[in-house]
Each structure stands twice: as structure tokens, then as C-alpha cells.
């Protein structure tokens, strides 16, 4: 039986490997050939091997909540599932604030450490809807940090509401905004992006958003949405765009990659990217992103056994408890809503992996040294085998 190291000289990715080993970038034409290399355990192997070198056995987690306060959306991504055009169509809904605050009261039971808020792009919503969410989600929880609101959304707002894209994001900070999640990337490709996203923010504005999320400093993290009509050199050129800004700022903090879900939108004729497919795009963005210091596998997004796998494919980071998500589950996702931090840790201990706590700073809250507590007010959870 060949040992890994002849393998992946087998593989033909031996200079890959010595680039890697020796802290020289890898190229281009070194992702694409990392994608088209037929010996996925190969790739995986060498993308281990940097994940163990910055992070050991080590896997991330937290203790969020999701909450999409409306699905009324002006943009018509087609491979959206989530969003309705306007208050009214069937399945359309918009929280009023006091709902939205009432999700976050009756977790007082819950250490949460984050709440994470993404909507669609509603055009009847006035500005203070969304500084009046930060604020009284801080008045109810004032140690909570506020993840919310996409670079697209940053950049509807700015246009919606007639300022910049640095005053939208001064006076939600100055309402409680503590860092923005990273969704509405897509794929940076121009090309990709007319076709299956052509009416919201482009990658140029996308990355000056989070350029001046960074500057305030402020953290971010990003997304890339594969499995659907990009090619390899377009995932890698997406890899290569946020690697370069992640060069100007610093202030990534994660790269996501999240699979196409095919149900339910316009591009159903459409498979879903293969467990295959997944577990390669984690480990090519894990060598290919020197820079950025952990790679998330989306356990909402890919499976969760799939997600498993993927701690041993370059990801470190498994997201959080998440608790109530809709625009994965609306595409036909069939993952649970939620996990319990004692699931989560199972998971990942059953993986071979330890497991941490951590707030979205990557902050420590608990070590793997810690029980696997089941805390309360946490329903209808996933338990990881």
C-alpha cells in the first residue's frame, strides 16, 4: 500500500505539496489543478496536514442564533428559494421588531454568545428598522455580539436610503453592529454572477463593503457559493480575490464555502454538488487561502456527516448551534435547524477531533476539556453520532 507521501507524487501534486511545505502561494493554475486532480485523497491530505499545522485537532464552534426578519426580497437570484418579491406573494413575510426581539428573550436561559442576522432586500422598510433591531437586541442582551446584514444588504440600504456605504455602516456600529457574515459573495466571477445573480451588488462592491467593514475594525468572513454552473477556475479565482483583500485588510476571519441547493428556486434542473465536490472545495480553499485563518464547513449546508468529514479536509470550523434557519431549508436542505452545543461537540469528538467553544471573535469559551452540556431551551435538536 502506497503511503500518502507516494501518493500524492503519484497524484502528480509533489511541487504543490513543496510550495505548501516551503510557505510559497499557490497560483491559479495550481487550484485548477487541484480541482481536477482524480485522487480526492490526495488533495485531502495535504490540506490535513495545514489544518493541523495552524489549528491541531482543534474544531470551532458557537453558540448562536439565526433570525431572518424577512424573506421580501428586490433582487431575483435564481437560485433562491428564500426570497418573495414583494409583501403579499404566498410565503412572504416581514417580523415585526418585537418578534424579532422576542426570538433573542426567550433564549434568557441560553449562553449565546452571537446573533447572526441576514434578510432579503425588502424596498418598503425604512432605515431605522434595522438600527432599532441592533439597538434592541443590545438593550435585551448587551454582551451579545450582532453578526448582521450582508455586504449586498449594506449595499441596498445605501442605495435605498440615499447614503454611502461607509455612513450605512457608521450608524449601524454606532447602533450595535459588531462584525457583517459573509453570504451574498456567490461567486465573484462576472460572468456566473449576470446570470444567476445579476440585479444585486457585484463583486467589486461586495469586497469594498467588507474593505470598509475592516478599516472600522470591524471582522467579516466570506462565502462562496459552488455546485452550479461556475468552473474550477472561477471557484479559484473567487479563493484568489478574497485571499488578495485579506492581504490589503486582514479582517477575515473565515472562508465559507456553501453548496448549491437546487430545490424549489429556478435552477432546480440542477444536481447538488456531490459529498465529493464538497469535501475538495474545503480543501482546495484551506491551501489555496494562506491568509485567512479558518476554513468553515457550514454543517446546515453540507450534511452533516458530510460536514464530519470535511474536519479532516482542511475545515476547522463547524458554524454553531444556528437554531432557527430558513433560506438552506427552503431550497430543500434537509439538515436539522439546530443543534445542541452537546450534539455539536459529540459530533465533532466522534470525527476524531476536539472540540472548542468559541465566540465570533474566536475568542475561547470553553476548551475540550469541558462536559458535553446539554443547556436548555434548545427543541427538536439534532443528536450527533
Same mark, same amino acid.
Given at each position: 500500500?502506497k503511503?500518502?507521501?507516494?501518493?500524492?507524487?503519484?497524484?502528480?501534486?509533489a511541487?504543490?505539496?513543496?510550495?505548501?511545505?516551503?510557505?510559497?502561494?499557490?497560483?491559479?493554475?495550481?487550484?485548477?489543478r487541484?480541482?481536477?486532480?482524480?485522487?480526492?485523497?490526495?488533495?485531502?491530505?495535504?490540506?490535513?496536514?495545514e489544518r +493541523?499545522?495552524r489549528?491541531?485537532?482543534?474544531?470551532?464552534?458557537?453558540?448562536?442564533?439565526?433570525?431572518e426578519?424577512?424573506?421580501?426580497?428586490?433582487? =431575483?437570484?435564481?437560485?433562491?428559494?428564500?426570497?418573495?418579491?414583494?409583501?403579499g406573494?404566498?410565503?412572504?413575510?416581514?417580523?415585526s421588531?418585537e418578534?424579532?426581539?422576542?426570538?433573542?428573550?426567550?433564549?434568557? $436561559?441560553?449562553?449565546?454568545?452571537?446573533?447572526?442576522?441576514?434578510?432579503?432586500?425588502h424596498?418598503?422598510?425604512?432605515?431605522?428598522?434595522?438600527?432599532d433591531m441592533?439597538?434592541?437586541? &443590545?438593550?435585551?442582551?448587551?454582551?451579545?455580539?450582532l &453578526?448582521?446584514?450582508?455586504?449586498?444588504?449594506?449595499?441596498?440600504?445605501?442605495?435605498l436610503?440615499?447614503m454611502?456605504?461607509?455612513?450605512?455602516l457608521?450608524?449601524?456600529?454606532?447602533?450595535?453592529l459588531d462584525s457583517?457574515?459573509?453570504?451574498?459573495?456567490?461567486?465573484?466571477?462576472?460572468?456566473?454572477?449576470?446570470?444567476?445573480?445579476?440585479?444585486k451588488?457585484?463583486?467589486?462592491?461586495y469586497?469594498?463593503?467588507?474593505?470598509?467593514?475592516h +478599516?472600522?475594525?470591524?471582522?467579516?468572513?466570506?462565502?462562496?457559493?459552488?455546485?452550479?454552473?461556475?468552473t474550477?477556475?472561477?471557484?479559484v479565482d473567487?479563493?484568489?480575490?478574497?485571499?488578495?483583500?485579506?492581504d +490589503?485588510?486582514?479582517?477575515f476571519?473565515?472562508?465559507?464555502?456553501?453548496?448549491?441547493?437546487?430545490?424549489?428556486n429556478?435552477?432546480?434542473k440542477?444536481?447538488?454538488?456531490?459529498?465529493? $465536490?464538497?469535501?475538495?472545495?474545503?480543501?482546495?480553499?484551506?491551501?489555496?487561502l494562506?491568509?485567512?485563518?479558518h476554513v468553515?464547513?457550514?454543517?446546515?449546508?453540507?450534511g452533516? +456527516?458530510?460536514?464530519?468529514?470535511?474536519?479532516?479536509?482542511?475545515a $476547522?470550523?463547524?458554524d454553531?448551534t444556528v437554531?432557527e434557519?430558513?433560506?438552506?431549508?427552503?431550497?430543500?436542505?434537509?439538515?436539522?435547524?439546530?443543534m445542541?452545543?452537546?450534539?455539536?461537540r459529540?459530533?465533532?469528538?466522534?470525527?476524531?477531533?476536539?472540540p472548542?467553544?468559541?465566540?465570533?471573535l474566536?475568542?475561547?469559551?470553553?476548551?475540550?476539556?469541558?462536559?458535553?452540556?446539554?443547556?436548555?431551551?434548545?427543541?427538536n435538536?439534532? =443528536?450527533?453520532?
Open positions: 500500500m503511503t500518502m507521501t507516494e501518493r500524492v507524487r503519484a497524484a502528480g501534486l511541487d504543490i505539496a513543496d510550495k505548501v511545505a516551503g510557505g510559497v502561494r499557490l497560483t491559479l493554475e495550481d487550484g485548477v487541484l480541482f481536477d486532480c482524480p485522487d480526492l485523497l490526495a488533495v485531502g491530505h495535504l490540506a490535513n496536514r +493541523e499545522r489549528h491541531g485537532k482543534r474544531t470551532y464552534y458557537n453558540f448562536n442564533i439565526r433570525l426578519a424577512t424573506n421580501v426580497c428586490a433582487a =431575483s437570484c435564481l437560485f433562491c428559494s428564500f426570497a418573495r418579491l414583494k409583501p406573494d404566498a410565503g412572504s413575510y416581514t417580523m421588531l418578534q424579532v426581539f422576542d426570538k433573542l428573550r426567550s433564549r434568557a $436561559d441560553q449562553p449565546l454568545t452571537e446573533v447572526h442576522v441576514v434578510n432579503g432586500l424596498p418598503d422598510l425604512p432605515f431605522d428598522y434595522y438600527v441592533l439597538r434592541g437586541l &443590545k438593550r435585551i442582551r448587551p454582551g451579545i455580539h &453578526k448582521c446584514f450582508t455586504a449586498v444588504e449594506i449595499a441596498f440600504f445605501s442605495d436610503y440615499k454611502s456605504d461607509r455612513d450605512v457608521e450608524r449601524l456600529r454606532e447602533a450595535g457583517l457574515p459573509g453570504g451574498g459573495a456567490e461567486i465573484f466571477a462576472e460572468r456566473v454572477r449576470k446570470k444567476i445573480a445579476y440585479d451588488a457585484d463583486a467589486d462592491r469586497l469594498a463593503i467588507h474593505r470598509i467593514a +478599516e472600522m475594525g470591524m471582522r467579516s468572513n466570506v462565502t462562496m457559493l459552488y455546485g452550479h454552473i461556475e474550477h477556475a472561477e471557484r473567487h479563493m484568489l480575490r478574497s485571499r488578495a483583500l485579506q +490589503e485588510t486582514g479582517g476571519q473565515a472562508f465559507i464555502p456553501l453548496a448549491f441547493h437546487p430545490d424549489n429556478q435552477m432546480r440542477l444536481p447538488a454538488p456531490s459529498a465529493a $465536490d464538497t469535501l475538495r472545495v474545503h480543501a482546495v480553499a484551506r491551501l489555496m494562506d491568509n485567512i485563518p468553515k464547513a457550514f454543517w446546515i449546508a453540507t452533516v +456527516e458530510t460536514a464530519q468529514l470535511a474536519l479532516w479536509f482542511g $476547522d470550523d463547524l454553531g437554531q434557519e430558513k433560506i438552506y431549508h427552503m431550497a430543500g436542505a434537509r439538515t436539522p435547524e439546530i445542541t452545543t452537546s450534539a455539536i459529540r459530533l465533532i469528538r466522534n470525527a476524531g477531533r476536539e472548542v467553544e468559541r465566540d465570533t474566536y475568542n475561547v469559551v470553553t476548551g475540550p476539556e469541558a462536559p458535553d452540556v446539554v443547556h436548555t431551551g434548545t427543541v435538536a439534532v =443528536s450527533a453520532s
